[in-house]
């Protein structure tokens, strides 16, 4: 600790058994209107404080609970059904087969002709 530190706090000390004896001798009449003005001026901080914040309302958790239900529901709702299975797969099947294209072109006379001749 250098000499200043030791001055530093010796000073320190000495001005707060100043100060705490300067409050203890102070007429009651004084020591109650610092009270009251203190108080005063605490309450006022806190209004100046809230003043610029927004209120919240009262019911904004119930609406957002609302909201999100709402939401939840209709996206719930609105999804599309399954696809079966083998949905896509005859596409699929056309892009990996080996044949020859022609005979996808006469497709539908190939199931008119098995339906009219079912043994072949």
Same mark, same amino acid.
């Given at each position: 600790?250098?000499?200043?530190?030791?001055?530093?706090?010796?000073?320190?000390?000495?001005?707060?058994?100043?100060?705490?004896?300067?409050?203890?001798?102070?007429?009651?009449?004084?020591?109650?209107?610092?009270?009251?003005?203190?108080?005063?001026?605490?309450?006022?901080?806190?209004?100046?404080?809230?003043?610029?914040? %927004?209120?919240? @309302? $009262?019911?904004?958790?119930?609406?957002? !609970?609302?909201?999100? +239900? /709402?939401?939840?529901?209709?996206?719930?709702?609105?999804? %599309?059904?399954? @696809? $079966?299975?083998?949905?896509?797969?005859? !596409?699929?099947?056309? +892009? /990996?087969?080996?044949?020859?294209?022609?005979?996808?072109?006469?497709?539908?006379?190939?199931?008119?002709?098995?339906?009219?001749?079912?043994?072949?």
């Amino acid at each position: 600790m250098t000499d200043q530190d030791r001055d530093d706090a010796d000073f320190s000390r000495r001005m707060k058994v100043l100060l705490d004896h300067g409050v203890e001798t102070l007429p009651e009449e004084i020591t109650r209107q610092l009270y009251h003005r203190r108080q005063q001026a605490l309450n006022t901080a806190v209004r100046t404080a809230n003043a610029g914040r %927004p209120r919240a @309302l $009262p019911w904004g958790g119930v609406a957002a !609970a609302a909201l999100a +239900l /709402v939401i939840g529901v209709s996206w719930w709702v609105m999804q %599309p059904a399954p @696809l $079966p299975r083998d949905a896509g797969l005859d !596409a699929f099947d056309l +892009l /990996v087969a080996q044949e020859e294209l022609e005979f996808y072109e006469d497709l539908e006379f190939y199931q008119w002709l098995a339906d009219v001749n079912p043994s072949g």
